[in-house]
């Protein structure tokens, strides 16, 4: 089975006159180990289908699926579970917690779950990230790219399914978004993770092995490995 589907799925916002389709009939899967950009222009429905099929929100109508679940019709404990066992989240923002420690914030999802933290795998993220020698700093003390390449950590650690990146270079330069973006290609060759990653930045896109496209809640575009010219 796919690792993630949406079938068609649709997300209205608003009732009456004030209604926003914001999801127009989606279909679309998501196969396991593959790298995955959603772009699109802004306020076509690229957050709105993250949040669909992450469990954060929840469709109008249509099936959301996770390793065949259908989150659309969980509930609300059970989408907590399942965002806490089974997904990875990186954000624009990082969300570290401040007063932790780089290891304490890695191993924070695992603690939340009363999993014990697989120390291959905690060694073999630290290494592959370059925060062995980081581990007993705070967040403060780390620049933009180390603080993301701790988030990363933290989503990976737990075995997700699928991660979900959601402009995870938004706030990086350029040289830490190179680096960020190579570690998420990384995870998905050496530890076969499930990424799917929202963007609107073609530079980002470019290291993804398929570039989704959305225009007004609807899939424009679907390409493999496209070309640069191609994702511009
Ligand atoms: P994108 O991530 O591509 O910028 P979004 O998924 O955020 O697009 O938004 C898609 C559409 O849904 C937009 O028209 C946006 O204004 C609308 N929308 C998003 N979130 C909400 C919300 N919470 N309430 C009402 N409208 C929303
Ligand atoms: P933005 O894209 O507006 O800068 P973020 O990237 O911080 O915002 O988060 C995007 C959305 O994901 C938010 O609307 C929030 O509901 C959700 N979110 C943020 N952080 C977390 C988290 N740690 N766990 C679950 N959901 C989160």
């Known amino acids: 089975a796919a690792a993630v589907a949406a079938v068609e799925l649709v997300k ?8 926003v389709r914001a999801l127009d009939g989606v279909s679309v899967t998501f196969a396991r180990a593959a790298f ?3 772009m ?31 989150l659309t019709t969980q509930s609300e404990r059970v989408l907590t579970k399942v965002r806490r066992d089974r997904i990875g989240f990186v954000f624009q923002s990082f969300n570290l917690l401040p007063q932790l420690t780089v290891a304490q914030n890695i191993t924070l ?6 999993k014990k933290a697989d120390r291959a795998l905690f060694a073999q993220l630290v290494n592959q ?3 062995a020698d980081r581990l007993t700093h705070r967040p403060s003390e780390l620049s933009g790219g180390q603080q993301q390449r701790v988030a990363l950590a933290r989503a990976l650690v737990t075995r997700p399914e699928v991660l979900f990146a959601d402009e995870p270079t938004g706030n990086l ?5 190179a680096e960020v973006l190579g570690l998420l290609r990384e995870s998905v060759s050496t530890l076969g993770q499930t990424v799917i990653m929202v963007t609107h930045d073609p530079v980002a896109a470019a290291y993804a092995d398929r570039v989704v496209v959305l225009a007004d809640g609807r899939i424009v575009r679907d390409l493999n490995r496209p070309s640069a010219a191609e994702i511009a």
């Not at 209205?12 to 209604?19: F, K, L, M, T």
Request: aromatic share 2%; glycine share 20%.
């Open 173 to 177: 330069d350029s040289r830490s978004s």
């Open 12 to 19: 209205v916002y608003g009732s009456g006159d004030a209604a």
């Open 36 to 38: 995955t950009a959603i």
């Open 129 to 131: 990230l370059g925060l």
């Open 40 to 70: 699109g222009p802004s306020g076509s429905g690229k957050s709105t289908l993250m949040h669909c099929l992450a469990g954060l929100d929840r469709a109008t109508s249509g099936a959301a699926l996770l390793g065949g679940t259908d």
């Open 109 to 114: 999802p695992l603690d939340l779950s009363g």
